[in-house]
């Protein structure tokens, strides 16, 4: 990972910890009166992001957390997904398209269609974990894979 592939925002000092994963919501009502909000707000809302570092142990006043924020290094985290297997080769560069399924209650619903990542997306597959054939309710030919960025 490069220097260029992290921002630098601000995150709860109780959270703050290298390695927690988190979905960045979005900006909140208290933040509007907030003059560090460029630093919080600076990433994608709906995206999973991984603490990389923290920057520095100076904790920050936040309306929003009692505690205050700390300065971190944030990078795009990967996301365990399913894909077509046909579409599930190492090292692949895909537009993710997730499957066309409506079956809420199925037990792997929630790994075909992650929070944190969109049709269209622009991915790269990392790994291709396991098949997960038996386990779709729709019949469909499936692999559990690790998306990159």
Same mark, same amino acid.
């Given at each position: 990972?490069?220097?260029?592939?992290?921002?630098?925002?601000?995150?709860?000092?109780?959270?703050?910890?290298?390695?927690?994963?988190?979905?960045?919501?979005?900006?909140?009502?208290?933040?509007?009166?907030?003059?560090?909000?460029?630093?919080?707000?600076?990433?994608?809302?709906?995206?999973?992001?991984?603490?990389?570092?923290? !920057?520095? $142990?100076? +904790?920050?006043?936040?309306?929003?957390? &009692? /505690?205050?924020?700390? @300065?971190?290094?944030?990078? #795009?985290?990967?996301?365990?997904?399913?894909?077509?297997?046909?579409?599930?080769?190492?090292?692949?560069?895909?537009?993710?398209?997730?499957?066309?399924?409506?079956?809420?209650?199925?037990?792997?619903?929630?790994?075909?269609?992650?929070?944190?990542?969109?049709?269209?997306? !622009?991915? $790269?597959? +990392?790994?291709?974990?396991?098949?997960? &054939? /038996?386990?779709?309710? @729709?019949?469909?030919?499936? #692999?559990?894979?690790?998306?990159?960025?």
């Amino acid at each position: 990972m490069t220097e260029s592939d992290t921002k630098i925002t601000l995150i709860g000092s109780r959270l703050a910890r290298e390695g927690l994963e988190f979905i960045f919501k979005g900006e909140m009502p208290e933040c509007k009166k907030c003059r560090l909000k460029n630093t919080c707000l600076n990433l994608e809302p709906g995206r999973r992001y991984r603490v990389e570092k923290i !920057k520095s $142990k100076d +904790v920050h006043e936040c309306f929003l957390h &009692d /505690s205050g924020v700390l @300065a971190v290094d944030v990078s #795009k985290a990967p996301i365990l997904t399913t894909l077509e297997s046909r579409k599930a080769v190492d090292g692949a560069r895909i537009m993710y398209e997730p499957p066309k399924c409506g079956k809420r209650g199925c037990e792997i619903y929630e790994t075909c269609h992650p929070e944190g990542l969109s049709k269209g997306d !622009k991915c $790269k597959i +990392v790994e291709v974990l396991e098949n997960l &054939d /038996s386990r779709c309710e @729709a019949n469909y030919s499936l #692999k559990k894979v690790k998306l990159s960025w």
